[in-house]
């Protein structure tokens, strides 16, 4: 009972945390820390393919960028387009160009996964850049207007404010986050694992992994349209660089590995410990590449669990020196 | 011949060049990953790497003969300590954590390179016997690109010979079927991966000497042809040799007849191109593996 | 008796002209003191002497670091200079008290969101009070764009995008005081119909992306107005970055093509302009950015004659009219040839012209705007700047449109001859710009108003 209270308390004291962050902060962290919780949220959705399910993908950046550009789009194309709307527009269009990977990519798995993955993001890629009429090519789509968040008749908040807009992408993102941990926890949950570890033994229990493969695949396709759709919102702009590059794909892997591959909040950590660099990095340095190298070689060389891996160990050796201690004062 | 024929012949050998270059790049990459299962991030990187130490040798030496061979085998040199010291270290955590590590490597490149060099566009100049042109019934082609072609050529033969004739040759395509079994029977397995991931540093070092003339060296340089390499290798087959040297073909022949006849949409065809073969095999035209 | 006659009548003249408000030269609102040049000799851009605390505050917003890294030095070299200059007279007056000018670097890593992040940092982290951009009309679009939300000033002086001004993206904010793609475009075809007249046939190939159209846009308008006679013989849109422009090549040759009209820039002009001649194409290229020193040498002297640069740092020739010009440029090249070191010392940086001249001397007429605004309110920069022309120490005069904040301007085309006829322009001794490439010889003056900048009839103000 104590442990549960203890739960709503610090899952309150979170919410009053991220309440007063703004206030505490100021502007520009707040940014930063939407930032952050764009990306964390992104790599949680990868996480579900590559910790869950054990599918390794180099081009989930499709999904991140097909949700930002469709909600750029909208909003470019069509006035008067409401914010939530824009935002499911995100997520469906992602959703959608998922069933249509579906058939081809749920029959691998492994290295010709993340290869077929490697390869369609490309081809989005260069499709952002050659649509210009459409993608406005190498320049993106921006300035386009951000609606207010209204329900006729009750409220309407001005989404341009940068406090305003925290408060609706924090809430938008802790939702999305719920849903996914709490899909981790349902049956289905389970069999994703059971995927991960032993295709064959859930096959044999009777699940149909192709078909679990492909929920899973479009319900994390489609968050990351939605973390894609609040980027989108939140630059104001979306091109070919943020959305579909190479790299936009790789940053969640790295937070994953980094943050520790397997639980449920390694990527948050790892987007975390990235955001941080990157934050001191542009500050300090102009040497970005060489700190990141560094960075990833010495994780995979010396701490291949990521972070939570580490936190575990730790953890571990103060119960076993705890014990010890306990031991010896008997 | 006339002008338009020429035209057509030149379109062709242009393909042939560039599909060649392409050739050597995706070689080393496809043939490391067949072989240890390493999709090698940094491969592009070490290609860049090639065309910066080809700039410095002939700075120093004069001679682009000394830089065409010491250029590669100094890369070379670099991959395989890579290797030794830090790839090998993690082979046991997986194919991420290797794949990791590749895209660390190749920041450290990019960022040593800048500090050695700098980051402006440095220039290699060619040899006096390589310059100008060559005629041929009406045909005017450049020497070096010709050149080009036969030096891919004859790292091909190399390649095709080392492998298929000689005893490491063997083990090398036994160990890319079965690792476990060819370890099991006394062969020291580390070091023939150790020597592959050499050779395939060294292919694509050949390949940035051999582009540094054409192209200007400056660190951007690896982005494109890494990529391009990537898909030949997704297109071809993971693995496959032989697949890696048609579909750099196909891709070179496509660049230039693409440009030719349908100028605006030429980068998406070998998009377009890659998309069908994967859709119909998700392996690629040759692969097997997974 | 006659000389007070003369004086009487020179005099009538210039007030008659001066009532026709025709010479816009003569009648700069302000102009470059070249004869307060400090002693500049404790320059160094490697070790900047950087003044902090209360200060004038611009962030040069560029890649400082990956593949284009040098471009953010480039600008800060040019940037730095003025600063520098302005800070050893003194700072500027503003809101009643003395400032110097503190140049921070903001990078940019050529990334969007990277952009937009590190703008909001300097603007409510280090409260610059200009943004200083860029390469890129889409990371100068984000500039924009956070210039406008937190309302600071802005100034373009690197991306070239027309449509960075018109009615959609245009922000009262920020200022346009480069050239421009259409007007460039127009002026090299201005420069082919009207004053060369010796080509025809004319193939357009430009890099695929917004830059590279609307600089071919540019050409294509300009052809129809100033030389409808000439013929477009082909038109090619390549992607960025190029591996092998032989394709293109073997096309552009069997065209039968006199002039190839470029947009494209470093690495991708050099490469072309490189593989052409390996190709045994001698064809001359028209282009802005084609004058990058280090390159030029790699294709040597036959190589590089008869190429054309429309130059937004251009006068008629020679270059050097009397001796305070002489001594700003000695100034910085003496610095070069002794001092600065790597990546300071290659031949890019060896002049105070082309583009580093026109960086640093937009950022001249930046800071006499501010002086003469005499505040740092962004409204009464905005006033002062609407309308303002600035005279450069080659006596070219900028003029700002007040409508859409774009800078009129003369442009010119170089044309470029070997070393030992470059003495036609570079009238001192060694009477060469470089010895191992062609450069800069004839110079002609595309009028400004043959050229006005594009202006978005949908922009309302």
Redesign the interface.
């Known amino acids: 009972m104590t442990k549960r209270m203890a739960k709503w308390v610090s899952w309150g004291f979170l919410c009053l945390v991220l309440l007063v962050f703004p206030r505490v902060f100021?502007?520009?962290y707040s940014?930063?820390f939407v930032?952050f919780a764009i990306f964390a949220v992104y790599s949680l959705t990868l996480n579900m393919l590559?910790g869950y399910t054990g599918l390794?993908s180099f081009g989930h950046a499709m999904f991140f960028g097909t949700g930002a550009y469709t909600t750029a789009i909208a909003l470019d194309r069509i006035s008067g387009m409401p914010l939530l709307p824009v935002v499911l527009a995100g997520f469906v269009a992602s959703v959608v160009l998922a069933l249509i990977l579906c058939p081809?990519?749920v029959?691998?798995?492994?290295?010709?996964f993340?290869?077929?993955h490697?390869?369609?993001g490309?081809?989005m890629y260069?499709?952002a850049?050659?649509l210009?009429f459409l993608t406005?090519?190498?320049?993106?789509v921006?300035?386009f207007p951000i609606p207010a968040f209204s329900i006729p008749g009750i409220i309407s908040v001005d989404m341009?404010n940068p406090l305003n807009f925290f408060y609706f992408a924090i809430a938008v993102l802790g939702l999305s986050t719920w849903i996914l941990w709490f899909f981790t926890k349902t049956p289905i949950g389970s069999i994703m694992i059971g995927i991960r570890d032993n295709p064959q033994r859930v096959e044999y229990m009777g699940f149909r992994v192709t078909h679990t493969k492909a929920i899973i695949y479009c319900l994390a396709a489609g968050f990351a349209g939605i973390t894609g759709s609040i980027y989108a919102l939140f630059?104001?702009?979306i091109?070919a660089?943020?959305g579909y590059n190479?790299m936009v794909s790789?940053g969640p892997?790295?937070a994953t590995?980094v943050g520790g591959?397997g639980s449920f909040s390694g990527p948050i950590f790892g987007s975390a410990i990235f955001s941080i660099i990157e934050e001191l990095t542009?500050r300090y340095t102009?040497?970005?590449?060489?700190v990141?190298?560094?960075?990833?070689?010495g994780v995979?060389?010396y701490a291949?669990m990521g972070f939570m891996g580490v936190m575990g160990l730790l953890k571990q050796r103060w119960l076993a020196a705890r014990k010890v201690k306990l031991e010896g004062a008997k | 011949m006339d002008s338009t024929t020429a035209m057509y012949v030149a379109q062709g050998i242009h393909g042939l060049a560039y599909g060649m270059i392409l050739f050597l790049v995706a070689s080393g990459l496809t043939m490391i990953f067949g072989m240890m299962g390493i999709l090698n991030l940094a491969h592009a990187a070490f290609f860049m790497l090639s065309a910066y130490f080809s700039y410095q040798a002939l700075a120093m030496t004069g001679n682009y003969w000394i830089a065409l061979l010491a250029a590669p085998l100094a890369t070379a040199v670099v991959g395989v300590l890579v290797e030794r010291f830090l790839l090998r270290k993690v082979h046991a955590f997986g194919h991420v954590g290797e794949l990791l590590l590749t895209v660390g490597v190749s920041l450290v490149i990019l960022d040593a390179v800048k500090a050695f060099w700098g980051t402006e566009s440095l220039y290699v100049d060619l040899p006096e016997s390589l310059k100008g042109l060559i005629h041929v019934g009406g045909l005017e082609y450049p020497v070096y690109r010709l050149f080009v072609i036969g030096l891919a050529l004859v790292v091909l033969f190399i390649m095709a010979f080392l492998l298929y004739r000689t005893r490491l040759g063997m083990v090398v395509r036994a160990a890319v079927s079965d690792a476990d079994m060819v370890n099991a029977l006394g062969i020291n397995v580390p070091l023939v991966f150790m020597l592959v991931f050499g050779i395939g540093t060294w292919m694509a070092g050949v390949a940035g000497v051999a582009i540094a003339p054409i192209l200007t060296v400056f660190p951007g340089l690896a982005d494109q042809m890494g990529m391009d390499a990537f898909l030949v290798v997704v297109t071809g087959g993971f693995g496959s040799l032989s697949g890696a040297f048609i579909i750099s073909l196909v891709f070179g022949e496509l660049s230039s007849y693409g440009v030719q006849f349908i100028s605006a949409l030429a980068p998406v065809l070998m998009f377009v191109l890659m998309a069908i073969i994967l859709v119909i095999k998700p392996t690629g035209l040759f692969g097997e593996r997974e | 008796m006659r000389t007070g006659r003369k004086i009487l009548v020179v005099f009538a003249i210039f007030s008659l002209l001066l009532m026709l408000n025709l010479p816009k030269a003569l009648a700069a609102n302000a102009k470059y003191d070249a004869a307060g040049l400090p002693d500049m000799s404790d320059f160094d851009p490697s070790n900047p002497i950087i003044p902090t605390g209360d200060t004038i505050k611009i962030a040069i917003v560029a890649s400082f670091s990956g593949p284009a890294a040098i471009v953010g030095e480039i600008y800060f070299i040019s940037v730095q200079w003025a600063a520098h200059d302005i800070n050893k007279r003194g700072g500027i007056l503003v809101d009643g008290k003395r400032k110097k000018i503190q140049v921070i670097r903001a990078d940019t890593q050529s990334k969007p969101a990277v952009a937009k992040k590190v703008c909001e940092r300097m603007i409510l982290k280090e409260h610059v009070n200009v943004l200083w951009g860029t390469n890129g009309s889409h990371i100068m679009k984000v500039i924009n764009q956070v210039a406008k939300k937190y309302g600071v000033i802005a100034q373009c002086a690197a991306a070239l995008s027309d449509e960075l001004y018109d009615a959609r993206n245009f922000t009262r904010y920020s200022f346009m005081t480069s050239f421009q793609t259409n007007q460039i475009g127009r002026a090299a075809a201005y420069y082919y119909g009207q004053i060369r007249k010796k080509e025809k046939k004319f193939y357009i190939l430009c890099q695929d992306y917004l830059f590279g159209h609307s600089m071919a846009e540019g050409f294509k308008e300009g052809l129809k107005l100033y030389y409808p006679q000439a013929q477009l013989v082909g038109e090619d849109y390549h992607k960025l970055f190029l591996t092998d422009f032989a394709p293109y090549l073997t096309k552009i040759k069997a065209s039968g093509a006199e002039v190839v009209y470029t947009g494209d820039w470093i690495p991708d002009a050099a490469n072309l302009l490189v593989q052409a001649r390996q190709a045994g194409i001698k064809l001359p290229f028209a282009n802005i950015f084609l004058d990058e020193p280090n390159f030029l040498h790699k294709v040597g002297v036959e190589g590089t004659k008869g190429l054309l640069n429309i130059s937004q740092f251009g006068a008629p020739n020679p270059l050097f009219k009397n001796d305070l010009q002489i001594k700003f440029y000695k100034a910085w090249n003496d610095l070069w040839k002794t001092k600065w070191k790597a990546p300071f010392n290659t031949y890019l940086f060896k002049h105070p012209l082309g583009n580093i001249g026109s960086y640093m001397f937009q950022t001249y007429w930046l800071l006499s705007v501010i002086e003469r605004a005499g505040s740092l309110d962004p409204e009464k920069i905005i006033k002062q700047w609407e309308g303002d022309s600035y005279e450069y120490i080659s006596g070219k005069v900028m003029t700002m449109r007040p409508v859409d904040h774009k800078a009129i301007q003369d442009l010119h085309a170089f044309e470029y001859v070997p070393p030992a006829e470059q003495k036609q322009s570079f009238n001192i001794p060694p009477y060469s710009y470089f010895t191992g490439c062609s450069n800069t010889g004839p110079i002609s003056t595309i009028p400004a108003e043959k050229i006005m900048p594009k202006l978005d009839p949908k922009l309302k103000r």
């Open positions: 100021g502007i520009y940014n930063v930032a590559l390794l081809i990519v029959r691998v798995g492994g290295t010709a993340a290869m077929l490697l390869a369609f490309q081809l260069v499709l850049l050659k210009r406005g090519g190498e320049d993106g921006g300035g341009t630059q104001n702009l091109s660089e943020d190479i790789f892997i790295m590995i591959v542009s102009e040497r970005v590449e060489l990141m190298g560094l960075i990833l070689i995979i060389l291949p």
